[in-house]
């Protein structure tokens, strides 16, 4: 008895003295409050960029000497040249069009590969293998997208410019988008993939029990019981591609106008956004506040696309015991 009482006693010595009711209280207490202030930092954060754009966007709409500009003609005008003639244009359906061909290029590309990667990754990847393609997929995802800008301009852009393919030139929404999909093909696999591990083990094994294939397994079962998470990963992944912008002010070219034509060059809202702080357009001007309406517009775009695919979570998600 000794023994163990000099053995408890080492112990609790090992351990060190225990603290009090109180100071447990007061750290517990410090700790909850550094996270709530983090909390509010984010979306105190959050709330200051908006009313940012928000100002600067009515200060652009309500500018003087300008009273050609309003709403209406903002967001329905099929015109869009600031810095060109004596009668600047703001119509802004030009930018958004050159951004939504990337995005649907890029779309194009990276849902339906990185989907299928998804799946091999998580139905028929051996656990070494899976481990391998996991850690070339984050590293591919942490490349700069500058470095996605360059190869698309000197390697896609040129397979583009072969003989078979001359309508492309140098600058082409296609070359962008391709790239960009690339970029944002580890974000698909990524949460595609998370989404189809999360599938219960029961259900594959139901579908063996009922004489089912691996493949019937995998499209049959286990997509449509993520396809709440696939189709949330699909927005989340088109809404990065919206908002790139490295890569098409490298590679899509800089004429804003309204095609649907990927081998012509186009020019997207990030892509403008970036002319107009390298110092196209004096600090001043109208030039330069209509960046702060096409930051405005490219937030409400986000915004929807976030929105509808909280709803598509929230509506659609199944849940398993």
């Not at 397994?217 to 919206?242: C, D, E, M, N, Q």
């Not at 107009?276 to 600090?283: E, K, N, Q, T």
Request: charged share 10%.
């Amino acid at each position: 008895m000794i023994a163990a009482a000099a053995r408890t006693a080492a112990e609790i010595a090992q351990r060190g003295t225990p603290c009090s009711l109180l100071v447990r209280r007061r750290f517990e207490g410090s700790i909850r409050a550094v996270l709530w202030l983090l909390t509010c930092l984010s979306v105190v954060t959050t709330a200051a960029i908006i009313v940012v754009l928000a100002v600067e966007t009515y200060r652009f709409f309500t500018a003087q000497g300008h009273p050609e500009i309003s709403v209406w003609s903002f967001f329905s005008g099929t015109e869009w040249s600031p810095l060109l003639g004596a009668q600047p244009l703001f119509g802004v359906l030009p930018l958004v069009a050159g951004t939504l061909l990337v995005t649907t290029i890029a779309g194009v590309v990276a849902l339906p590969m990185g989907l299928m990667t998804a799946v091999y990754l998580s139905e028929y990847a051996p656990p070494r293998r899976r481990v391998a393609l996991k850690a070339a997929l984050e590293v591919l995802a942490g490349v700069p997208t500058v470095v996605y800008g360059f190869f698309a301009v000197t390697f896609i852009t040129p397979m583009l410019l072969q003989p078979l393919s001359s309508s492309f030139g140098t600058y082409s929404a296609m070359s962008a988008g391709i790239a960009v999909g690339i970029m944002i093909l580890p974000i698909v696999c990524s949460l595609c993939e998370d989404a189809l591990r999360a599938v219960p083990q029961s259900l594959r094994d139901g579908a063996y029990a009922l004489g089912s294939t691996k493949f019937d397994v995998s499209a049959k079962v286990v997509v449509p019981a993520a396809l709440s998470g696939i189709v949330a990963a699909f927005l989340l992944a088109l809404t990065r591609a919206i908002g790139e912008t490295m890569i098409v002010a490298l590679a899509a070219g800089g004429l804003a106008h309204m095609t649907a034509d990927p081998s012509s060059q186009v020019q997207t809202m990030t892509a403008y956004m970036v002319q107009i702080f390298l110092g196209d357009a004096p600090a001043a001007g109208i030039e330069y506040k209509s960046s702060y309406a096409v930051a405005f517009t490219l937030f409400l775009i986000t915004f929807a696309l976030t929105w509808i695919g909280a709803i598509v979570l929230r509506r659609y998600r199944e849940e398993y015991e």
